[in-house]
């Protein structure tokens, strides 16, 4: 048992930020005890614990203040909300500017709100990795827990493995949505909101013209996504969109959510691998089939054991001459 | 030798001092004295919880009151402010945005108890937000019924104050804000086209009263230290004006369309170091903006020499003055015509001016004007970007400022002997205004206040015009923190893009990359990126400094956490606890620096935490001594140009302290 574990477990506020430098750090001893950590959280709450609500869409597209109206929201009725907001503009070489709570004010001194600003840092699996540690952190903590992701093309895959509920940000004018029903990334999304249904008649025809293009794709039978106009700024339609993000929950039922926690486990350890050992040591694994096989065989263990075990496995077999950085 | 011919001589531009501290007792008296030295208007510097809307015992006032200008609570006020200073005679121009209709009404209601009738008034109120948002800082409202204030001011005025320039659009504070000549023509147009364009759009105001609205639209501009390129801009936006006048909005009557100006001449080029070089530096200034006939400002306000130190003190306002006078009545620069007119290279600098301003105007057009360029970030990151690349080149030595990178060697200066170069505002005046709320609110009579506030919000919720309830709010006793309150409930608070994105390259140089590589190094012993909160506790609005630091410290590989100005000391704290920054660093310039940086010591102690802080600013060295003595870990001011050194040193700071651990 670590001593961070309990205390998060129990709600306590100051222990969120040690938690999330823990699993942040990279030294090897600060890895060894978050694995711990991480593990028994996931262990806990790995099928429970709060929500976890996505938010991406393209730059400008209004998910900071959307965010900010989720959170008042949230609060009104005295749920606690953690949030993770990914910038991202990070650089190659290091070096980020995290200004995104500019917008987000209604955390601003409120304790019932937590903020926690990550670089994407640029290394394979370094956004899924770190923001789903951050992510369990924070569903341990609090009632909520918000992800702002930026949508640019490949990070959609990633942040739908993260949470419970993808919601695709877009703003009225259509170019920016060919351009991502061309990349395939419409098919993603639980929720579809055009935000900025404040300038008026665009933001309608943008919305039909999605319910459309979404009515052309595959789909789970089970739920539709809905596509919502909103204006974040005026609060207009975020009740609306309170509503269908608990019919969405409602919606994937308890076997649902199960489901998509084990494939964000799965995306996880997939990347977590890889990120550390490279595909030289998924091969000394016994490849990707056997990685399947191997977590198709422990459906109830967390995903950060996994990984640590796993690991094991490949440094045993690699003669610990790739240990982990 | 005979007596060269006297030519008639031009009048002369209207002599200003932007000035007002403590209370509208002394800043009344000051005017006073002023006036009796030969200025010849007034320019009203109120102090930050006025210009944002808060009473003197509004939390966020504490430490601000009466501090970089006066405060104006309430009528009473008001009119101690104008004590024997009749307002039909005065021309006064106020410094005030945000809270721009409260404090004309505050004027009107004052005049009218000196028994002058709105009609007689003249003056201008700043009343420019789109400059607020790109620079200034004191706003409070959302862009949308920031745009509807202003209009609804210039429909007022344009009726019951025809004299009163109800706007004045600013590119003054762009320069300040590191904007270059292009850009701050190009901003200045875009923002008077964004005002003209709303008014307009009013149905109570009918077309043919369009070119009066467009005759009365004045600017404040800077003028820089590039002088002969100041000539031209000044020439340059003459022109364009005229331009925009008849082909957007029709304006016959050239006399509607003369561009009207006044200066403030540049007070970001000022500095720390050898202060008495910024004499010479303000004459030079006052040149460019004097010197042509056909585009000369209308009124002029010259910062002191004591610019970077801090606030001016009555003999430094007045050594600005004496420049002023002896520019106008001792040299011949008013007896002759056009000095410029017919001259190739001036008129080519003037083309080309105007060329690239038109561009990034037509830039900012075709994205919806200059309140979507405000709200999608794109003016302010420009802004940043150039003021990034100034800062570069005074560090590479590319920009030479002769004291600073240049010619460093110096004597010790007399006018800086002791700590006494600068004004220093006496700690009681909060108090006593405090004092002075407390029995006025005593006075009145609660009915009525609550009447005139159920007054103005029903006027506003109906769309009515926002200056009649506004002054008789003046007459029944409101307050500035209650008038703004109502407008703030109705309209709601908004915070500006801080256009800090950093798209300028990196700085590949070696003293850059070894930097950088310390950053690196310490991230590793730390297990995981150095990352640093860069905070502006308070209500002081100057952001330049934060930005600056907050792009150099990602360009050397940090993690910034910059959340924009106007932040509460709790919320930093709770910012650098829950963003896990192993650094904060604390901007802070309009002089309240002790109160701010002890409630975040405080804070962080009482949270348990051990983060090291770091202030910059304009801090006097005998407080900064004191700042360390409390614990906090570096201090820096303007003299400290090397940004690379300071963010070497802020790893030396984070380095230490874990090692420390
Ligand atoms: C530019 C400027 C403005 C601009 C600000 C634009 C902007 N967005 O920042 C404008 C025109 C808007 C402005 C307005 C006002 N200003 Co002004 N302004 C200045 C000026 C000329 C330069 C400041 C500046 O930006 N310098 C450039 C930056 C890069 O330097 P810096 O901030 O000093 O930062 C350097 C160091 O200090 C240090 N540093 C600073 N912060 C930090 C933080 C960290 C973490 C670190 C490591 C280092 C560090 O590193 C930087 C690099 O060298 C100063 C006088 C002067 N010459 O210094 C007056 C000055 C600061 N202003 C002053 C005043 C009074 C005002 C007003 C309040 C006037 C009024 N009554 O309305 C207004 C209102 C502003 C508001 N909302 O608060 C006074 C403050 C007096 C005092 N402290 O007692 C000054 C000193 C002028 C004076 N002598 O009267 N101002
Ligand atoms: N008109 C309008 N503007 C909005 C709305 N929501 C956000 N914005 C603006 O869009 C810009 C980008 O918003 P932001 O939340 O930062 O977007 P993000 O980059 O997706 O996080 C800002 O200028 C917001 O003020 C809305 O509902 N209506
Ligand atoms: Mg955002």
Redesign the interface.
């Known amino acids: 048992m670590t001593e961070l574990g309990p205390r998060l477990l129990a709600r306590d506020r100051s222990a969120v930020a040690p938690a999330l430098n823990l699993v942040d750090d990279r030294r090897p001893a600060a890895r060894r005890e978050a694995a711990v950590l991480l593990a028994e959280l996931e262990a806990k709450i790995g099928r429970g614990g709060a929500p976890r609500i996505g938010l991406t869409g393209a730059p400008g597209a209004g998910k900071s203040t959307l965010l900010d109206a989720l959170v008042r929201r949230r609060r009104a009725v005295d749920e606690t909300v953690g949030v993770i907001a990914v910038d991202p503009s990070s650089r190659r070489t290091g070096g980020a500017l995290l200004g995104d709570r500019i917008r987000v004010r209604s955390g601003a001194g409120d304790p019932g709100v937590f903020i926690r600003s990550m670089a994407a840092r640029d290394q394979l699996g370094g956004l899924a990795e770190a923001t789903r540690a951050g992510v369990l952190v924070l569903s341990a903590a609090f009632d909520w827990v918000l992800v702002e992701t930026v949508g640019v093309g490949q990070s959609e895959g990633e942040v739908a493995d993260l949470v419970d509920t993808l919601v695709f940000v877009a703003q009225p004018g259509a170019g920016d949505l060919l351009q991502f029903m061309k990349a395939g990334i419409l098919e993603l999304p639980d929720v579809f909101v055009v935000n900025k249904a404040d300038v008026g008649a665009a933001a309608e025809r943008t919305r039909r013209e999605l319910e459309a293009g979404l009515g052309l794709g595959e789909r789970d039978a089970k739920w539709t996504p809905p596509v919502l106009a909103v204006s974040a700024r005026d609060g207009i339609g975020i009740d609306a969109l309170d509503d269908t993000l608990a019919a969405h929950r409602r919606a994937l039922g308890a076997e649902g959510l199960a489901a998509r926690r084990s494939r964000g486990r799965d995306a996880a350890v997939r990347a977590g691998l890889v990120a550390r050992y490279g595909s030289f040591g998924l091969e000394a694994l016994g490849g990707t089939e056997a990685l399947e096989r191997r977590l198709a065989a422990a459906p109830g263990e967390p995903g950060f054991a996994l990984l640590e075990t796993l690991g094991n496995e490949i440094r045993a077999a690699l003669g610990d001459r790739a240990a982990g950085s | 030798m005979t007596e060269p011919a006297r030519r008639e001589r031009d009048r002369p531009w209207v002599f200003r001092t932007y000035s007002g501290h403590s209370s509208a007792e002394a800043s009344n008296a000051l005017y006073r004295t002023n006036l009796a030295k030969g200025q010849t208007g007034l320019s009203v510097a109120f102090d930050l919880p006025t210009q944002t809307g808060y009473d003197a015992d509004h939390p966020l006032a504490r430490g601000e009151v009466g501090k970089v200008g006066v405060p104006i609570g309430h009528l009473d006020d008001m009119e101690a402010l104008f004590r024997e200073i009749p307002l039909d005679q005065m021309n006064t121009s106020m410094t005030i945005n945000a809270t721009a209709a409260w404090l004309l009404a505050l004027y009107v209601a004052t005049g009218e108890r000196q028994g002058v009738a709105p009609a007689q008034l003249r003056g201008t109120t700043q009343n420019d937000l789109i400059k607020e948002y790109l620079s200034r800082g004191t706003y409070v409202f959302?862009p949308e019924p920031s745009m509807r204030l202003i209009s609804d001011m210039v429909a007022y005025t344009v009726h019951d104050i025809p004299k009163w320039n109800p706007i004045n659009v600013c590119s003054y504070h762009l320069q300040e804000a590191g904007a270059t000549p292009v850009q701050e023509i190009a901003y200045a147009m875009a923002n008077a086209i964004a005002v003209l364009d709303a008014v307009r759009a009013r149905d109570d105001v009918p077309e043919d009263v369009i070119p009066d609205v467009f005759g009365r639209m004045s600017f404040f501009l800077n003028a820089g230290i590039r002088f002969v390129e100041e000539i031209c801009k000044g020439r340059a936006m003459t022109e364009m004006w005229d331009e925009i006048g008849r082909e957007r909005y029709g304006v016959q009557d050239p006399k509607l369309r003369r561009f009207r100006y006044g200066v403030q001449v540049n007070s970001l080029g000022l500095t720390e170091a050898q202060p008495e070089n910024n004499a010479i530096r303000i004459v030079l200034e006052a040149l460019g903006v004097t010197f042509s006939k056909n585009a000369r400002c209308r009124a002029l306000q010259l910062p002191a020499w004591n610019e970077a130190l801090g606030l001016p003190r009555p003999w430094d306002q007045q050594w600005s003055l004496r420049t002023q006078q002896i520019l106008a009545f001792e040299t011949d620069l008013l007896e002759y015509e056009d000095l410029f007119e017919g001259s190739h290279v001036v008129e080519a600098k003037v083309e080309e001016l105007k060329k690239a301003a038109q561009e990034e105007l037509d830039r900012v057009l075709g994205m919806g004007g200059a309140v979507a360029a405000v709200e999608?970030a794109y003016m302010k990151q420009r802004l940043v970007e150039s003021h990034t690349r100034r800062l570069r080149s005074i560090e590479s030595g590319d920009l030479t400022v002769v004291g600073v990178n240049a010619y460093t060697e110096t004597e010790p200066s007399p006018l800086v002997e002791g700590a006494n170069a600068i004004l220093k505002v006496d700690e009681s005046a909060e108090r006593e205004q405090i004092g002075r709320l407390d029995a006025f609110r005593a006075r009145r009579n609660p009915t009525e206040v609550d009447a005139a506030l159920q007054g103005l919000r029903d006027a506003l919720a109906n769309g009515q015009n926002v200056m009649p309830p506004s002054i008789r709010a003046a007459h029944a006793g409101v307050t500035t923190g209650e008038w703004a309150d109502t407008l703030r409930k109705l309209f709601g608070?908004y915070?500006a893009?801080?256009g800090?994105?950093?798209r300028e390259a990196?700085v590949t140089d070696e003293a850059n990359e070894k930097v950088?590589a310390r950053?690196?190094a310490v991230?590793a012993t730390?297990?995981?990126?150095l990352k640093i909160l860069v905070g502006k506790p308070g209500l002081d609005g100057h952001s330049n400094g934060a930005e600056q630091i907050?792009?150099k410290?990602?360009?050397?590989?940090?993690?910034?956490?910059?959340?924009?100005i106007r932040?509460?000391p709790?919320?930093i704290v709770?910012?650098a606890?829950?963003?896990?920054v192993h650094v904060i660093g604390l901007s802070i310039l309009s002089g309240s620096h002790q109160i701010l940086v002890m409630d975040v010591l405080e804070g962080l102690r009482s949270e348990g935490l051990e983060i090291p802080v770091i202030v910059g600013g304009i801090i006097p060295e005998d407080d900064a001594e004191k700042l360390r003595q409390h614990g906090v870990e570096r201090v820096y001011t303007p003299k400290d140009f090397d940004l690379t050194r300071i963010m070497s040193e802020i790893v030396d700071v984070v380095g230490e302290r874990h090692a420390r651990d």
Do not use: C, F, K
């Open positions: 959302p999608n608070e915070r893009p801080t800090v994105v950093a990196q950088r950053v690196r991230g730390l297990g995981r990126p907050a792009v410290a990602r360009d050397v590989g940090m993690e910034v956490v910059y959340d924009g932040l509460t709790s919320e709770q910012s606890r829950d963003e896990g």
